[in-house]
């Protein structure tokens, strides 16, 4: 079963707008991952916060972390034609005491249209 | 650095065959992972190796099986392709969580993808 749940599943906007895409989860996390990937090709790492993190940024992206809630959010900034990609979000759920072997479990994603 | 490598890029078996898909890294990552990617859905894992000499079922194990010989290299075979099994397969590595700096960092690197149709 998919760990995360990401919302909406297709978004389309302007160049020059913002993206914001969410992502819910159900069990405890070690970090939660966003990564991207453009048609036809591999995923991306994009960006990872950790549990004991609410926010963190790198260039235009803005990324979210809210546990009692369960859920992330993504925002692009300042999109861009190139943004264009399907985008997933990705959870290192928290073992019993153990380790998660770095396994990850993916959301169905979310598809960003920027047009030019 | 040519980074996570998987051949072929595409095949196309008939049903009963069997075939198997090469995953190679460069990056001397401990783990490694396989997963099937099919329309409209996330990734999913079928197995997982935490390195060299072993391996472990993920999500969707069943129809696969998997071996890791040495280290950079990531074998996922089909004994016996079914048209269920027609999607596009993924490999991924990682360092081992908390290899970086003692903190948790499990970024995944992933390659190309094999497209694989089962008629």
């Known amino acids: 079963s998919q760990q995360g749940e990401e919302d909406p599943q297709a978004l389309s906007i302007q160049e020059g707008e913002n993206a914001t895409m969410n992502c819910s989860y159900k069990t405890s996390i070690n970090n939660l991952q966003w990564y991207r990937q453009n048609s036809g090709r591999g995923l991306v790492h994009l960006i990872l916060?950790?549990?004991?993190?609410r926010e963190k940024h790198s260039g235009r992206l803005r990324v979210t972390l809210d546990t009692s809630k369960k859920s992330s959010s993504l925002l692009i900034t300042a999109s861009r034609a190139a943004d264009t990609a399907s985008y997933f979000c990705?959870?290192?759920?928290?073992?019993?005491?153990?380790?998660?072997?770095?396994?990850?479990?993916f959301g169905q994603g979310t598809i960003l249209t920027v047009h030019p | 650095n040519a980074g996570v490598t998987q051949t072929p890029k595409f095949r196309v078996l008939k049903t009963g065959q069997s075939m198997t898909l090469l995953c190679a890294q460069d990056?001397?990552?401990?783990?490694m992972y396989w997963y099937r990617q099919d329309p409209g859905m996330g990734l999913r894992l079928i197995h997982y190796?935490?390195?060299?000499?072993?391996?472990a079922k993920g999500e969707v194990p069943d129809g696969y099986n998997v071996s890791r010989l040495k280290k950079q290299n990531f074998l996922l075979g089909l004994e016996s392709a079914a048209p269920s099994q027609t999607s596009v397969y993924f490999c991924?590595?990682?360092?081992?969580?908390?290899?970086?700096?003692?903190?948790?960092?499990?970024?995944?690197?992933f390659g190309p993808g094999t497209r694989l149709t089962v008629l």
């Open positions: 990056m001397n990552h401990e783990y």
């Open positions: 916060i950790r549990s004991n993190e």
């Open positions: 990705a959870t290192d759920a928290a073992g019993a005491g153990g380790t998660s072997y770095g396994k990850l479990t």
């Open positions: 190796s935490v390195g060299e000499g072993t391996t």
């Open positions: 991924a590595s990682s360092y081992h969580p908390g290899a970086l700096s003692g903190k948790i960092n499990n970024e995944q690197f």
